[in-house]
């Protein structure tokens, strides 16, 4: 029984699709994120979404979209793919409501993106 | 400018001894750390973590020690085993939504 999990693990695109990444958590937990590791395999978070609120990292283009059909799910939605999107993006939950310090996220297996 | 250095990218340990990993950071802000461990293909996966409020935190042969004064935590493994060999990304939180992470430093243990 995975705990946080995503599809699909690989993506392979053309630059200009639009794709989407899938996360689903069975923790019960009240906040999900989304990192991005890059070729310097630096891991950078992107979002946190707690209860309809939406915390965005100021450097994520707005190509970028998270979308949350329920507490259990965080989709990443990428319009207009960019050869530098490629890299790992990761989905990770918390239990706490507040998605700040003080909590230990759990992490999917991550989505290996590669656009070419 | 990154805010949690780790600035080992490598680390060989013999299997039995004690494996010491390093971590420094530089934002006054942050009041918990974690230690992940990371296997090729796969997710972070949380090993242990430390309130600013304590120095030291065990968990079996996990341990972590925090100094604040000097912003500076380690990870002690004692003693190391072949299946500890992995990337260990150190990371931090506090006022910021989302952890700042390291960028990691391979344990090898050799046989």
């Known amino acids: 029984d995975t705990a946080v999990s995503q599809t699909p693990k690989y993506l392979v695109t053309q630059m200009g699709n639009d794709k989407s990444i899938k996360c689903e958590q069975n923790?019960?937990?009240?906040?999900m994120y989304w990192y991005k590791q890059d070729s310097k395999k630096f891991l950078k978070i992107m979002f946190s979404?707690?209860?309809?609120?939406?915390?965005i990292n100021e450097t994520v283009p707005n190509r970028f979209s998270p979308k949350s059909p329920d507490k259990a799910h965080l989709n990443l939605h990428i319009n207009s793919l960019e050869l530098g999107d490629s890299a790992v993006y990761f989905c990770?939950?918390?239990?706490?409501?507040?998605?700040?310090?003080?909590?230990?996220?759990?992490f999917g297996p991550g989505t290996r993106l590669l656009v070419l | 400018d990154q805010q949690v250095k780790q600035n080992s990218p490598s680390l060989s340990v013999q299997e039995g001894r004690i494996s010491i990993l390093n971590c420094d950071y530089t934002?006054?802000?942050?009041?918990?750390f974690l230690w992940y461990k990371k296997y090729p293909a796969e997710g972070p996966t949380f090993l242990i973590s430390?309130?600013?409020?304590?120095d030291k935190n065990e968990d079996g042969r996990f341990t972590v020690f925090l100094n604040k004064s000097a912003k500076h935590l380690s990870l002690h493994i004692v003693p190391s085993q072949p299946g500890d060999s992995a990337v260990y990304f150190c990371?931090?939180?506090?006022?910021?939504?989302?952890?700042?992470f390291g960028k990691g430093t391979h344990l090898i243990i050799q046989p």
């Open positions: 430390i309130s600013s409020i304590k």
């Open positions: 934002n006054s802000m942050f009041d918990y």
């Open positions: 923790l019960g937990h009240d906040t």
């Open positions: 979404y707690n209860n309809k609120e939406l915390i």
């Open positions: 990371a931090a939180s506090g006022s910021a939504d989302g952890l700042t």
């Open positions: 990770a939950s918390s239990p706490g409501t507040s998605g700040r310090g003080g909590e230990t996220q759990y």
